[in-house]
């Protein structure tokens, strides 16, 4: 096992979902502590059991009350923060983007776009006391490619991109870099959440050959694999690198 990350205080949100939950574990494994933050209370118990010393907070993302509530737990049970993983995000109803509603488009834009924003704004200032932090927000390749039938989780991953590379311009000469990662299609509920979306079992399974082939690489990713490159970033391996947009997608984008 490496340790790249002993007495490392990190932060995750969306702790209880497939790509939260894989990060912690990393960062716990490694030797950090961990803050876990989810709106799921089983779920982010459940991976909590799996990061010893960890401290959990329920709330939701998109308030900016329960952020700061969760970043005042982290920096007086665990110390200041420096790595931050804002992996919270929903995908929305899979239709083309004129025919949401408007509640439908600002939860989206609140959770997905504004709750990385909450994060980041909540965490830094611990950063800054520590002298140094890493950020890595949760695009997709969703963020880079538009996509027919998810357009407004597209736009909204779109704009994590520009936030990343605006927060690394920010905080780029206060030693905390600000990357995100665009995962291809990952196994896990999200993915089977949007897959369920395509209608009964027959077009499910077309639904998931068509994405399936998307990858050059004809699978989809793991939870796992994203989790490597998120702790990549927020390892010294990466001191040099800021402002940056990863995919993690079996070649989908090139
Ligand atoms: N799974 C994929 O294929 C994929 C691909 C590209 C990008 N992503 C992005 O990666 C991130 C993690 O995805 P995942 O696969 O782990 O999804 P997931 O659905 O397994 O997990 C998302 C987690 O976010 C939490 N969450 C949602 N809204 C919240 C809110 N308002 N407040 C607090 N918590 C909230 C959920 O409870 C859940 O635990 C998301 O931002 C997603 O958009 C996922």
Redesign the pocket.
């Known amino acids: 096992m490496r340790d790249r990350f002993h007495g490392r205080v990190a932060a995750v949100?969306?702790a209880?979902?497939?790509?939260?939950r894989a990060t912690a574990i990393k960062l716990s494994r490694e030797g950090a502590r961990v803050l876990l933050?989810?709106?799921?209370e089983n779920?982010v118990r459940e991976t909590a059991a799996q990061c010893p010393g960890s401290v959990t907070v329920v709330?939701?993302?998109?308030s900016a009350a329960d952020v700061q509530r969760a970043a005042d737990v982290a920096r007086k049970e665990l110390g200041p923060v420096e790595l931050l993983a804002a992996?919270?995000?929903?995908?929305g109803p899979a239709k083309p983007a004129i025919e949401l509603d408007e509640a439908t488009w600002d939860h989206l834009f609140a959770?997905?776009v504004k709750?990385p924003w909450l994060a980041a704004r909540a965490f830094i200032p611990q950063m800054r006391e520590a002298g140094r932090g890493s950020v890595v927000l949760?695009?997709?390749?969703?963020g880079i490619l538009g996509s027919p039938f998810l357009s407004a989780y597209s736009a909204s991953?779109g704009a994590v991109v520009l936030l990343t590379r605006s927060l690394a311009l920010n905080h780029a000469q206060e030693n905390i870099r600000v990357n995100c990662v665009c995962?291809?299609?990952?196994e896990?509920?999200?993915?089977e959440s949007s897959f369920v979306q395509a209608g009964d079992d027959a077009a499910q399974e077309e639904r998931r050959k068509v994405m399936r082939a998307r990858h050059p690489m004809n699978r989809f990713g793991t939870?796992e694999e994203v989790a490597n490159a998120v702790l990549y970033f927020m390892s010294d391996e990466a001191s040099f690198t800021t402002g940056t947009a990863l995919p993690i997608d079996g070649g989908r984008l090139a």
């Open positions: 949100t969306g209880a979902g497939a790509l939260g933050f989810d709106r799921d779920g709330g939701d993302a998109s992996a919270a995000g929903i995908l959770v997905n709750g949760f695009s997709s390749t969703a991953k995962p291809g299609t990952i896990g509920p999200m993915t939870a």
